[in-house]
């Protein structure tokens, strides 16, 4: 009767060890060494895009980083988002080449270029990497960074949606590459700005 026991104990015991999701830190994990300055915003807690950029609006100027937790198929995932603070009188200038965005569910590249976000796997191994050497990517993969924009009323599923992608794409390309790479997101409060070039001068006539 003991030993019956004892053996129905140890398949109780089984079955209630639970497995760990798998956890990944973005920019990189050395980020998180000091969690002193960090707030954590949990996506699930907020209803749209609108919310979010008011709360993580509220973090910056508090002098704190924001960090956004999401989790999707037994992964969590925690994404420092840099967001400049509203009240800054920072003007922050990135060189147009370093940076690509994301609005509603396209990425414009270098000003010019809009590709669907279904394209993001080259798009991202491009902007990162770029080894081809192309000049609307980042030449530089500390600088390059992602610019993330949504309506305010956009819902937390989709944002989640999109998150999950980008760092899935990015996890993918990361450990092709000995998980050094950085994945940087700016959270943004305005929609993309075009910057509109000049007319050339009509050819002086001789």
Known sequence: MTIVSLFYNCKTDNRTVEQKNTEFYYPRITNFENDSILTKIDLDSIKNYGELIKIADRIACSGKLPVLKFNSDKTDFNLLVFK???????????????????????????????????????????????????????????????????????????????????????????????????????????????????????????
Do not use: W
Not at 120 to 147: C, G, M, V
Not at 156 to 176: M, P, R, S, Y
């Open 84 to 206: 400049m603070c509203s009240e800054s009188n920072i003007i922050a200038d990135y060189s147009g080449k370093n940076v690509i965005s994301i609005e509603n569910n396209t990425v414009i590249i270098n000003d010019q270029i809009e590709k669907p976000i279904d394209s993001l796997k080259s798009i991202l191994r491009n902007h990162i990497l770029n080894p081809e050497k192309q000049s609307d990517y980042s030449q530089n993969i500390e600088k390059a960074l992602i610019f993330y924009y949504q309506d305010s009323l956009f819902g937390k599923e989709e944002i989640k949606k999109q998150l999950v992608k980008i760092t899935t794409e990015f996890n993918e390309l990361n450990g092709k590459n000995g998980d050094s790479l950085p994945l940087r997101i700016k959270l943004c409060d305005y929609p993309y700005i075009r910057i509109e070039m000049p007319i050339p001068p009509p050819p002086i006539e001789k």
